[in-house]
C-alpha cells in the first residue's frame, strides 16, 4: 500500500487538513503530523531553540506541540520513516489562498517544501476563500481535485524532477462551476500595508498585521497564465515550483558588473 504523509499550517484541528484526509483515506496510507496551532505564515522555518513534543491523537495522527510544518515533515522522516520514505507528502488544504510571492511567506507551501529537499514528491494545496468568518467551508471541489491527482500520480509518475513541487489552488466554486485546470505560473503580487497600531488595558502599544486584499497583475510577455488570472477566470491553477531560487537570466548580469 502507497503512504501518503500530510501537514499543514492552519494546525492539527483544521478543517481543510480533515478532508484531506477524507479525500485519501481510500487510496493510501495517511499519515498526519501537524501544527498543535496555527502558524500561517511561518515559511519554511525550522525549530532550533526549543524543544518539540510529539503528542498522538490517533493512530498515524500526530500534533507537534510548538512546532511549524517544516517541522512536522522533518521529524516524521526521522521518526516514522528511517526505512522508507512516503510516497507522497502533501501539505494542506489551506485556508486560504497560496499565490504570487505569498508562496515565500506559506507555511503550507513549506511543508511541501521540506518533503521536496528530501527527494519526495511533494504537492501544495490552498481553498481560496471568499467569506474568512463562515465557520465552515466547502472542500467538495478541492478534494475531487487531490484525489484525482493522487490516483494519477500512483497510476503513473509525479511529473516534476527532484526538488520541485506542485502548488495547487482550487477557486471557491463547486465541481459543476468550476472550468477545469490550468497550467500556471507564479504570479506578480501587489502588497499594500496592513497593520493596525493599539494599546492593551495597561497602556502598552502593540501592532496586529491584517490581510492584504488579493490584487495582482500580469507579467509582461508571460507565455503562461498567472495563478491569480486562473483562479479570476474559474480555474485550479497548477503552479510547478523549484527550490532553486538562482535568478539564470542575470548570471551574465552580475558577471559583467562585478568586473567593472
Known sequence: MKTILLTNDDGFHSLGLLALKEALKDIARVVIVAPACEKSACGHGLTLSKPLKMIEIEKDFYKLDNGTPSDC?????????QDKKPDLVISGINLGSNMGEDITYSGTVAGAMEGAIYGIPSIAISQVLKNWEKEHHDFGLAKECISQIVRQIFD??????????LNINIPNLTSKECRGYKITQAGYRIYENSAQKSKNPRGQEYFWLGLHPLKWKERENAQVPSDFQAISEGYISLTPITLDLTSMQDLQTLQKWIKQ
Do not use: C, G, V
Open 73 to 81: 515533515i522533518y521529524l516524521a522522516l526521522h521518526e516514522f520513516f
Open 156 to 165: 503513473s509518475t509525479f511529473p516534476l524532477q527532484d526538488r520541485k513541487l
